[in-house]
């Protein structure tokens, strides 16, 4: 069966450190890999996306890595801080259709002053 | 840019009442729009896609008779929740994509919350 697996409990860190999430996926064969950030009552926000080609990505503080062969993707946040407390979403855009993003159901990450 | 609202932010109905969620994407056109629900501490599950002009698709298992979406506009996505029952409640998302720097991904709202009594 497909499945998209995050670490369902929470990451709790201190601040300064640098937060690892992961993300496992089977049986999907994805165009792209995203990480998003959502808030409690809030829409998830955009962070990066990763294509299926590319091996490593970065935007600031973040980066992700996408390892097509063991079906994992990686996000670190490095210099954590409490401000990046939320839940840290990955997706999958299959390709062909409408570019559907598949959710897993996030890693609530609590930074810690 | 890539601003996409949700109107209104959280409503209360009665059983057997309609409701009706927009989504408006503010400062891009959105050649497509997607609806999701989300159930606490649960993933967003897609309940549709829709093309400007077009029907939307439904995935699997959603009622298209109970969950009406029109996409009249470039701008303008409404959900219609018919004959709402308490089982509707959830957090509905819509999320909206467009072209050229518009197109990378998809853009959410804040997101409507339902209760249903």
């Known amino acids: 069966s497909q499945k998209i697996e995050q670490n369902s409990e929470a990451l709790n860190i201190q601040e300064g450190k640098t937060a690892t999430l992961t993300c496992n996926y089977t049986?999907?064969?994805?165009?792209?890999l995203q990480w998003y950030r959502q808030d409690p009552g809030r829409g998830p926000v955009f962070l990066l996306l990763i294509r299926e080609n590319e091996k490593e990505k970065r935007k600031e503080r973040l980066k992700v890595t996408f390892d097509t062969t063991l079906k994992q993707s990686l996000f670190h946040i490095t210099a954590s801080q409490p401000a990046d407390s939320a839940t840290y979403l990955c997706a999958l855009e299959l390709s062909g259709g409408y570019n559907k993003l598949i959710f897993g159901a996030g890693t609530r990450l609590a930074v810690h002053p | 840019g890539a601003v996409v609202s949700q109107h209104p932010s959280r409503v209360i109905c009665k059983s057997g009442t309609s409701v009706k969620i927009e989504c408006r994407s503010l400062d891009f056109q959105a050649t497509t729009m997607f609806w999701y629900r989300q159930f606490p501490k649960k993933s967003l599950m897609l309940m549709a896609t829709s093309n400007e002009g077009s029907k939307a698709t439904y995935e699997q298992g959603v009622e298209k008779d109970k969950f009406l979406i029109n996409h009249a506009s470039l701008t303008l996505s409404t959900l219609t929740v018919t004959s709402a029952h308490p089982e509707d409640s959830s957090f509905y998302i819509c999320?909206?994509?467009?072209?050229?720097?518009?197109?990378?991904?998809?853009?959410f709202g804040p997101g409507t919350r339902l209760l249903v009594l």
């Open positions: 999320s909206a994509r467009g072209a050229e720097r518009y197109q990378e991904t998809q853009y």
């Open positions: 049986n999907y064969s994805p165009a792209y």
